[in-house]
T-cell receptor, first 114, second 118 residues
Framework: NAGVTQTPKFQVLKTGQSMTLQCAQDMNHEYMSWYRQDPGMGLRLIHY???????DQGEVPNGYNVSRSTTEDFPLRLLSAAPSQTSVYFCASSYSSYQGETQYFGPGTRLLVL | AQKVTQAQTEISVVEKEDVTLDCVYETRDTTYYLFWYKQPPSGELVFLIR????DEQNEISGRYSWNFQKSTSSFNFTITASQVVDSAVYFCALSATVNAGNNRKLIWGLGTSLAVNP
């Protein structure tokens, strides 16, 4: 059981470039989410999905797109990278969207936008 | 308001000292869940414990213990006989509903950075 995996671990982009952060889980979890972690701001929810084909916005969705075509994968797309998107990105999953479910996190992707 | 406050930004102790990390929360929900996560220097987020609002029993797991008190809206975390490997940022989080449906959101504290020195 690999749990939640994320690729790449580290990425440098130039302003305006696009890229996709990959997230996969092998626990058959319904709920998946993307967070960004910034110093002094804690973790903030970008987008989430309660199941394949269903996604919704979190608190900081601007500049990011997601899709969920399978239960396992939940990629995060940066359409046109900006320096303000420099951050550490975490993908998480839980068995269901019930509020008591524990979320398990991937190892994170560190993104630097120049 | 739904909010988590970790008032201690940084704590530094010497190995073998006991240390308590404070977590105070605010919520309008009657059913909610509280979590602690650990983020070691390697960066990953590691789940430590989950507690629901109906279970006020304290929990002990090895050197770790948690004290949940609804009367003071606190869910404090104590490490007994701290070790260098306990050095990490510790986050407290509250899972609460965000609208009339069952959608919920994890509301995070800003974390407490614990340094355990040899």
């Amino acid at each position: 059981n690999a749990g939640v995996t994320q690729t790449p671990k580290f990425q440098v982009l130039k302003t305006g470039q696009s890229m996709t952060l990959q997230c996969a889980q092998d626990m058959n979890h319904e709920y998946m989410s993307w967070y960004r972690q910034d110093p002094g701001m804690g973790l903030r929810l970008i987008h989430y999905s309660v199941g394949a084909g269903i996604t919704d916005q979190g608190e900081v969705p601007n500049g990011y797109n997601v899709s969920r075509s399978t239960t396992e994968d939940f990629p995060l797309r940066l359409l046109s990278a900006a320096p303000s998107q420099t951050s550490v990105y975490f993908c998480a999953s839980s068995y269901s969207s019930y509020q008591g479910e524990t979320q398990y996190f991937g190892p994170g992707t560190r993104l630097l936008v120049l | 308001a739904q909010k988590v406050t970790q008032a201690q930004t940084e704590i530094s102790v010497v190995e073998k000292e006991d240390v308590t990390l404070d977590c105070v929360y605010e919520t309008r929900d009657t059913t909610y869940y509280l979590f602690w996560y650990k983020q070691p220097p390697s960066g990953e987020l590691v789940f430590l414990i989950r507690r629901n609002s109906f279970d006020e029993q304290n929990e002990i797991s090895g050197r770790y213990s948690w004290n949940f008190q609804k009367s003071t809206s606190s869910f404090n975390f104590t490490i007994t006989a701290s070790q260098v490997v306990d050095s990490a940022v510790y986050f407290c989080a509250l899972s609460a509903t965000v609208n009339a449906g069952n959608n919920r959101k994890l509301i995070w504290g800003l974390g407490t950075s614990l340094a355990v020195n040899p």
